[in-house]
């Protein structure tokens, strides 16, 4: 992790009509860093992610994403983002190598990129005998870390992880999150946002949104000593209890 800034937020609101979504929300992530966005149903963590991907233009307030505006450079910024959701990543009526050359070739890999990197891919996820199966045959946690794999697979400047563990048993998550290391250590910056407060302590620094703002934003440690406790879970806990939206 370094101290040059690659995601910048000020004041970032999203209004749809009298409700507002995110008011004013501002922070900074660094490049390298795990940065995890925490929030109970309803904090607004998904609408910000979507203004932060250039999918959805806020109502007030900037960002820059990777030096690029989110109002006028949408473009440049997917081209330099890779994104993962829970609820959608890979084609499932697609082989493992299908799925991996139809996301490299989206992201703009050359041939001899892909070949190379799809080799290297199925070798490191172990997926040799799978990679001609299709993947609605692959166990969930395989599915995880191959989707996450593809996100990557252009070694984006950050990757949008949208609760990516959801499901998954405990060891596949640990797994899961040794890919995470891997690819912060090669410089890639994670914006991750997780149900699991366990998975708070692997980030860096987290930040706690409640109905539309941030609560808090530090690392977990400072963050536990701030409101003496020995977990996330407490943390997270006594600043969601109050929260008034239910679904986001």
Same mark, same amino acid.
């Not at 969601?240 to 939206?245: C, E, I, L, Y």
């Given at each position: 992790?370094?101290?040059?800034?690659?995601?910048?937020?000020?004041? /970032?609101?999203?209004?749809?009509?009298?409700?507002?979504?995110?008011n %004013? !929300?501002?922070?900074e992530?660094? +490049?390298?860093?795990?940065?995890?966005? &925490?929030?109970?149903?309803?904090?607004?963590?998904? #609408?910000?992610?979507?203004?932060?991907?250039?999918?959805?233009?806020?109502?007030?307030?900037n960002?820059?994403?990777?030096?690029?505006?989110?109002?006028?450079?949408?473009?440049?910024?997917?081209?330099?983002?890779?994104?993962? =959701?829970?609820?959608? *990543? &890979?084609? %499932?009526?697609?082989?493992?190598?299908?799925?991996? $050359?139809?996301?490299?070739?989206?992201?703009?890999? =050359?041939?001899?990129?892909?070949?190379?990197?799809?080799?290297? /891919?199925? %070798? @490191?996820?172990?997926? $040799?005998?799978?990679?001609?199966?299709? +993947? @609605?045959?692959?166990? &969930?946690?395989?599915?995880?870390?191959?989707?996450?794999?593809?996100? !990557?697979?252009?070694?984006?400047?950050?990757?949008?992880?949208?609760e990516? #563990?959801?499901?998954?048993?405990?060891? @596949?998550?640990? $797994?899961?999150?040794? &890919?995470?290391? *891997?690819?912060?250590?090669?410089?890639?910056?994670?914006?991750?946002?997780?149900?699991?407060?366990?998975?708070?302590?692997?980030?860096?620094? +987290? =930040?706690?949104? +409640?109905?539309?703002?941030?609560?808090?934003?530090?690392?977990?440690?400072?963050?536990k000593? $701030?409101?003496?406790?020995?977990?996330?879970?407490? !943390?997270?806990?006594?600043?969601?209890?109050?929260?008034?939206?239910?679904?986001?």
């Open positions: 992790m370094t101290s040059e800034v690659v995601i910048k937020a000020d004041k /970032l609101t999203k209004r749809f009509g009298d409700f507002i979504a995110t %004013e !929300v501002t922070f992530v660094y +490049v390298g860093e795990i940065f995890g966005f &925490l929030g109970a149903n309803g904090a607004g963590k998904t #609408t910000a992610m979507k203004m932060l991907c250039g999918l959805s233009k806020p109502s007030s307030g960002a820059t994403i990777a030096g690029f505006d989110i109002y006028k450079q949408t473009e440049e910024i997917k081209k330099n983002i890779g994104y993962m =959701s829970q609820k959608f *990543s &890979l084609y %499932e009526d697609l082989t493992v190598i299908e799925n991996i $050359q139809f996301f490299g070739g989206i992201y703009g890999l =050359s041939d001899k990129q892909l070949k190379a990197k799809s080799n290297e /891919l199925i %070798e @490191t996820l172990g997926l $040799q005998n799978e990679a001609k199966k299709l +993947v @609605t045959s692959l166990p &969930l946690g395989w599915k995880q870390k191959l989707a996450f794999s593809v996100a !990557v697979i252009h070694e984006p400047k950050i990757v949008f992880l949208d990516p #563990t959801g499901g998954v048993d405990p060891v @596949t998550r640990r $797994q899961f999150w040794d &890919l995470i290391y *891997s690819a912060a250590d090669r410089g890639i910056t994670i914006f991750v946002t997780t149900h699991y407060m366990d998975e708070a302590e692997y980030c860096n620094r +987290v =930040s706690i949104m +409640v109905d539309g703002v941030i609560r808090a934003l530090d690392t977990p440690a400072n963050l000593r $701030q409101y003496s406790a020995t977990l996330m879970d407490e !943390v997270f806990y006594e600043l969601a209890r109050g929260a008034k939206r239910k679904s986001d």
